[in-house]
């Protein structure tokens, strides 16, 4: 059994660039959650996607979109960035929408210069 | 809002001491999580509380939920330097979504 996947590792982009952050859930999964933790911090919830629908959506502005696949991967897209969007994206999968434990990638790193 | 506060922040013990780390949340829920997570590496799974009084034990660390107090301890049993890390205890509410604490680095000194 497969677990998380996440690309790429590390990414370096300059501000007003745009970027896709790519997550390929656990086999037998549905559902896919994406965090973001800036240094020092701990995750932040971003949004979730259930069945390739949106499923909740944490304070983040509406630059930060995602897209889920039938084959429920995920990405998660950043338009106009910003130097504080330098970060952790951590992509996590779970077999549900409610109450399931959920699974953690090994993450993307996104330095915004 | 939820908000789930974790303390102590930081955290240097010697190494055969025993400590403490607290999780307290604002407001109900059953499903409470604690990671570990190593410098630049992602977040892994250690305990899973569902249920108000339970209680995980796996090697030097016990986790403990107590659901009417809205707290949740990691107790550590003579600490040893590879417990160094940070850890992070989640709140799982509706939806599945997960609130985190700040985090405790731990830190084990010889």
């Known amino acids: 059994e497969t677990g998380v996947t996440q690309s790429p590792t590390h990414l370096i982009k300059t501000r007003g660039q745009q970027v896709t952050l790519r997550c390929s859930s656990q086999s037998g999964h549905n559902t896919v959650s994406w965090y973001q933790q800036a240094l020092g911090q701990g995750p932040q919830f971003i949004f979730q996607?259930?069945?390739?629908?949106?499923?909740g959506r944490g304070n983040f502005p509406p630059r930060f979109s995602g897209l889920q696949f039938p084959n429920y991967s995920s990405e998660l897209n950043v338009n106009a960035l910003e130097l504080d969007d330098s970060a952790l994206y951590l992509c996590?999968?779970?077999?549900?929408?409610?109450?399931?434990?959920?699974?953690f990638g090994p993450g993307t790193r996104l330095t915004v210069l | 809002e939820l908000k789930v506060e974790q303390n102590p922040l930081f955290l240097s013990m010697q190494e055969g001491k025993n400590y403490t780390i607290y999780c307290n949340y604002s407001?109900?829920?059953?499903?409470l999580y604690w990671y570990r997570q190593d410098p630049g590496k992602s977040l892994e799974s250690l305990f899973v509380?569902?249920?108000?009084?339970a209680v995980k034990q796996e090697g030097r660390l016990m986790a403990s939920l107590d659901t009417k107090a809205r707290l949740s301890t990691l107790h550590i049993t003579a600490a040893v330097h590879d417990l160094s890390a940070t850890y992070f205890c989640a709140v799982e509410t509706s939806g599945s979504r997960l609130t985190f604490g700040e985090g405790t680095q731990l830190t084990v000194n010889p």
């Open positions: 509380l569902l249920s108000n009084g």
């Open positions: 996607y259930y069945r390739e629908e949106e499923n």
């Open positions: 996590a999968s779970s077999p549900g929408q409610n109450y399931n434990e959920q699974f």
């Open positions: 407001t109900t829920s059953d499903r």
